[in-house]
């Protein structure tokens, strides 16, 4: 977008699309340095443009080489395309190793197309705290489409559903737990399902399983959800996929309300909320006092139940009630 | 240990490690990245056979701090090519380093090229850990070129 003439420096490079300033945004944005506010209040009046697609499931569905191949035809419609790949942190060293680029290698070296990867820094959720400003940050430099790929645990449903616009759930055939897993509540924020690795056997059968539990669900009156089968290695379904998102995309921009990124309000308010979470955690873990010792004790004997200690614990552990 | 702040995440270095040129043995490489990983870093790992190209976009887009090269037949005499391609594009700060095979007369002539350091093969664990952690503090200290203002 066209930069305003008291725009600084940065944020007319920034707009411009510079791949080095919008790198350097992004650390800052995920380390929470002094100067990700700037940034934020920065690029505001820039943002809500790009289309957010968000692809999750279980660990090696197939996610990443999926990506790969449906990038692939943004970038020949000419578009500019951004990827965040969230891969674990290791809970014991807080490292970790992001190797979600490995399947990615085929378009990563194009102009158009910008990917990072992001370690979650064992932030629960599947993102990691700073992946929605992250995606806003690549909206502003002029990515058309950003895609994010969640690391493959359980609980990132809500929060895709949050950020992206489109939420593609991939699975793969054969895997009984796979399903279950899709059972457990990610079924409910698919916008998409994909079957894929659709070249192995097996695959109509999972298809026939989805559907059958998807006609379990309510229905809404705009979008019934579709199950697609892909070969992300093979290339087949993608084009079918794509077009898919496409209409999706279409659908919901007709709509108002819970379009764009959906409740802005909603998401600061959980990413506020689970930030607090671990403040107290941590401060709680930390707490040598007389007090917790007390509650803990009475809970062992059985003389406090959980509720009580708990109230007592949050009251104690939040500075303005002190 | 790296101390724990409660507003901002510490510091974790970011290292690339990879391989360039026509070599495929990728076990040592795989080895470091655990290794990196285990220390607390953030290891971009990518597949053997990259062009420099691709590594120097990769640099840029991931904002690392530190290349770590695994070399095991002639590949490292391809890291002057890259060491010149970085500064071409203003990235000198980010601290390059070569793992493997180098014949002694080859390691002088890569710190000549702005390589920060070669290990051999045999290499201590904890030696590696701790001169990568400190070029990444070095390469991160170094790197002004953009502020958010
Ligand atoms: N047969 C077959 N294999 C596939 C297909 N797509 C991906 N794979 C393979 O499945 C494995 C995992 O693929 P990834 O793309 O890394 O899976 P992922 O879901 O991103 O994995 P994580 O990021 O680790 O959760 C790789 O060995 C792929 O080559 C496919 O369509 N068919
Ligand atoms: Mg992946």
């Known amino acids: ?41 920065g690029i505001y009046p820039y943002i809500g443009k790009a ?28 578009l500019r395309v951004g990827v965040i790949a969230v891969d674990p942190s290791s809970p014991l060293s807080g490292g970790a190793i992001l190797g979600d680029r490995i399947r990615m290698a085929a378009h990563e070296h194009l102009e158009n197309v ?30 058309d489409v950003v895609v994010i790929e969640t690391v493959g645990a359980g609980q990132s449903e809500v929060e895709i559903a949050e950020i ?58 705009e979008w019934s959800t579709p199950v697609v089968s892909t070969s992300a290695l093979e290339g087949t379904g993608v084009v079918e996929l794509t077009e898919i998102i496409k209409n999706h995309e279409k659908m919901s921009s007709n709509k108002k309300e819970g379009y764009g990124k959906g409740k802005p309000q909603q998401r600061v308010l959980r990413l506020l909320a689970n930030s607090a979470a671990d403040e107290i955690k941590k401060a709680l873990l930390q707490d040598k ?12 004997k059985g003389e406090m139940i959980f509720s009580d200690a708990i109230q007592r614990l949050i009251k104690g552990s939040l500075p303005c009630k002190q | 240990m790296i101390e724990e702040k409660t507003t901002k ?32 870093m953030e290891v971009i790992y990518t597949a053997p056979w990259q062009e420099i190209s691709t590594v120097v976009k990769l640099v840029q887009e991931e904002d690392v701090d530190v290349i770590g090269l695994s070399s ?56 590696v850990i701790e001169a990568i952690g400190a070029l990444a503090n070095k390469a991160r200290n170094s790197s002004s070129s953009i502020t958010f203002n």
């Open chain 1, 1 to 41: 977008m066209k930069a305003k003439n008291d725009d600084k420096p940065w944020l007319v490079r920034l707009l411009n699309g510079e791949r080095t300033v919008l790198a350097k945004a992004i650390s800052a944005l995920e380390n929470e340095t002094d100067e990700a506010s700037t940034i934020i209040s």
């Open chain 1, 51 to 78: 289309l957010v697609v968000g692809f999750t499931g279980s660990p090696g569905v197939g996610k990443s080489t999926l990506v790969n191949s449906y990038i692939a035809g943004l970038c020949e419609e000419g």
């Open chain 1, 114 to 143: 910008f990917i990072r990867s992001l370690a979650s820094r064992c932030h629960v959720g599947g993102l990691s705290r700073a992946t929605a400003r992250i995606v806003d940050v690549m909206d502003a430099a002029g990515m």
């Open chain 1, 164 to 221: 992206a616009h489109t939420k593609v759930v991939v699975c793969s055939p054969g895997l009984g737990d796979d399903i279950q897993a899709i059972k457990a509540g990610i079924l409910e924020i698919a916008d998409i399902l994909v079957v894929n690795k659709c070249d192995l056997p097996l695959a109509a059968h999972t298809v026939r399983q989805l559907k059958s539990m998807l006609s379990l669900r309510d229905e809404s009156p």
């Open chain 1, 289 to 300: 006092s007389e007090e917790i010792s007390t509650i803990c004790d009475a809970v062992l």
């Open chain 2, 9 to 40: 995440e510490a510091f974790k270095p970011r290292v690339l490690v990879t391989k360039i040129g026509l070599d495929g043995h990728d076990r040592g490489s795989r080895i470091i990245a655990a290794w990196l990983r285990d220390a607390g």
């Open chain 2, 72 to 127: 095991l037949a002639t590949d490292h005499l391809l890291v002057p090519k890259l060491m010149t391609a970085l500064s071409e594009v203003g990235y000198q700060h980010v601290k390059v380093v070569v793992g493997g095979i180098v014949p002694d007369a080859d390691e002088l002539m890569l710190l000549d090229a702005g390589v920060s350091k070669v290990f051999h093969t045999g290499s201590a664990k904890n030696d």
